[in-house]
Nanobody
Framework: VQLQASGGGLVQAGGSLRLSCLAS????????MGWFRQVPGKEREFVAS????????SYTDSVKGRFWVARGNTKKLVTLQMNELKPEDTAVYFC????????????????????WGQGTQVTVSS
């Protein structure tokens, strides 16, 4: 399974960006998808996740009400809509797949995720 993340860039505080993650490769089993972010010198942290069904979502507290994760009907495309961006949102954002998670699980634990994309840089200027 390969994950391709895109949509990062430079935006002013208060602006919006939309990240996309497309899965490809062998048959993609029932897998939750998650977004994580990392800044230099810190651990990769959970941002948001969505279940295979799309009906369960999870968010870290700092992004609740500003970020929205969604899954397309094909299940292989996941988006992260980021609104009201803040300088502290600046990071490299990674998408990941939690293979065989089941249809309703949306894990927040990065150790549950089996496949990772290459990351896309998001920079929010003040």
């Amino acid at each position: 399974v390969q994950l391709q993340a895109s949509g990062g860039g430079l935006v002013q505080a208060g602006g919006s960006l939309r990240l996309s993650c497309l899965a490809s490769g062998r048959a993609f089993s029932v897998s939750a998808m998650g977004w994580f972010r990392q800044v230099p010198g810190k651990e990769r942290e959970f941002v948001a996740s969505v279940s295979w069904s799309g009906g369960t979502t999870s968010y870290t507290d700092s992004v609740k009400g500003r970020f929205w994760v969604a899954r397309g009907n094909t299940k292989k495309l996941v988006t992260l809509q980021m609104n009201e961006l803040k300088p502290e949102d600046t990071a490299v954002y990674f998408c990941a797949a939690d293979e065989d998670s089941g249809p309703v699980v949306a894990s927040t634990d990065r150790l549950e995720y089996d496949y990772w994309g290459q990351g896309t840089q998001v920079t929010v200027s003040s």
